[in-house]
């Protein structure tokens, strides 16, 4: 059994960290940029780690690379030769499991302690928004090149599991699907959703879970980037049609503007520990943050989980 099943096991409920993004901005990094938070593998690598100790401190189970954003064709139109640009990917594990294994170091008693490796869409890489639409247009094979190369270098940079995430099409996680099981790589898929029934694209997250649901290299199946007031009824949704462990880590309720690259809007005030109950109560497995989450969000599912185990 993979890592991150045996940490379910054990558990029933693991804990997710939460925003790369946001706890680097706090840090005073300037992350307006194609790359996003994939920008800092190559200026302060020592902020990335130190976000991830962050989160392990808070109480997750689950560290999430600095890799949603990071691929090689991203790092090389910026400049960096396509060595570079594959050991910055490389990169992105390195510090999740520097940052894992120092913490383990101080509490022997956290096992099973989980790495898993941030996979963006396409859409991601083109920076325009289109991760929130699925209506890229690029072939089948160009997709699934761009997905092979990262997921190969996360892969073998030691991540216990692929976190296939934020995917608006049911299409391209097929795609990245026949790639994971080359690979024979361990993952999850995370869908953005447009509402409590529906992905981005418009696709009922019950057929997306029911397509997943058979395949044995895919270890949960869930949502994320999406709205704190969607997750109920989406996890119902899913658990509707797929045994598979439900993975939740959505926003804190703002808007994101893709071309202005901000956040609109004012963040859900319900408390995260809240929220952490009613979606274990509604059957999820894993939860965490997506954007705009902190360690102090994370904190409070996690003392939600130690009252229950």
């Not at 706090?26 to 194609?34: K, P």
């Not at 995430?165 to 995370?190: G, Q, R, Y």
């Not at 949502?223 to 439900?246: A, D, F, G, H, M």
């Amino acid at each position: 059994m993979d890592r991150f099943s045996k940490l379910i096991e054990k558990k029933g409920l693991a804990v997710l960290d939460g925003a790369m993004a946001t706890q680097l901005e706090a840090r005073g990094c300037d992350i307006n940029d194609e790359l996003w938070s994939a920008k800092m593998l190559a200026e302060a690598p020592e902020l990335i780690e130190a976000v991830h100790l962050d989160y392990f401190e808070a109480g997750a189970d689950i560290g999430t690379s600095a890799s949603y954003q990071a691929t090689v064709p991203g790092f090389m139109k910026k400049g960096f030769s396509r060595e570079a640009s594959e050991a910055l990917i490389k990169r992105s594990m390195e510090l999740l499991i520097s940052a894992r294994d120092k913490y383990q170091k101080e509490h022997p008693e956290k096992e099973l302690l989980t790495a898993a490796a941030a996979v963006g869409p396409y859409g991601a890489y083109l920076a325009d928004g289109s991760e929130y639409r699925g209506d890229y247009r690029v072939d089948r094979g160009a997709i699934e090149a761009f997905h092979r190369e990262r997921m190969s270098l996360l892969t073998e940079a030691g991540a216990d599991i692929l976190a296939c995430e934020t995917l608006p099409c049911l299409w391209e996680a097929e795609i990245i699907l026949d790639v994971a099981k080359e690979l024979d790589a361990p993952c999850w898929f995370s869908f953005s959703c447009r509402d409590g029934a529906h992905i981005s694209d418009g696709t009922p997250i019950s057929e997306c879970a029911k397509r997943l649901d058979g395949e044995d290299i895919v270890k949960a199946v869930g949502v994320n980037c999406t709205r704190p007031e969607y997750i109920s009824e989406l996890i119902e949704n899913i658990r509707s049609s797929c045994s598979k462990p439900v993975v939740v880590y959505p926003n804190r309720g703002e808007e994101y503007d893709p071309v202005r690259k901000i956040w609109l809007g004012a963040k859900n005030a319900k408390d995260f520990g809240a929220w952490t109950e009613e979606w274990y109560g509604r059957g999820a497995s894993v939860i965490g943050g997506c954007c705009r989450t902190t360690p102090g969000d994370i904190a409070k599912a996690a003392a939600f989980r130690n009252r229950i185990i």
